[in-house]
């Protein structure tokens, strides 16, 4: 399986932006799609994430509200759009993938698959 990551770059705050993962290769009905983000000087951290079936949807507080995750699974396809960007969300934001998808995870060890990451800048 293969995760190619898109659609970052530079806006000023308040703006918005849409991220693009396109998974690959062999994958599960059942997988779960996750988009984690890595601020300098960070830890990675959770931000979203989505069940490819069914479509349930799960949010770090942080970005609850402003980031609304979606998926097309005829493109194999999962968006994040952003909304109401603020600098606190400059990051490498990457997406994985969950083969399983038994339990949606918000840590990264349980993600199998990983994109190369987007990066985002939000000034102020």
């Known amino acids: 399986v293969q995760l190619q990551a898109s659609g970052g770059g530079l806006v000023q705050a308040g703006a918005s932006l849409r991220l693009s993962c396109a998974a690959s290769g062999r994958t599960s009905s059942s997988y779960v799609v996750g988009w984690f983000r890595q601020a300098p000087g960070k830890e990675r951290e959770f931000v979203a994430a989505?069940?490819?079936?069914?479509?349930?949807?799960y949010y770090a507080d942080s970005v609850k509200g402003r980031f609304t995750i979606s998926r097309d699974n005829a493109k194999n396809t999962v968006y994040l759009q952003m909304n109401s960007l603020k600098p606190e969300d400059t990051a490498v934001y990457c997406c994985?993938?969950?083969?399983?998808?038994?339990?949606?995870?918000?840590?990264?060890?349980?993600?199998?698959?990983w994109g190369q990451g987007t990066l985002v800048t939000v000034s102020s």
């Open positions: 989505i069940r490819r079936s069914g479509g349930s949807t």
């Open positions: 994985a993938l969950d083969a399983q998808g038994r339990v949606v995870s918000t840590t990264t060890r349980a993600y199998d698959y």
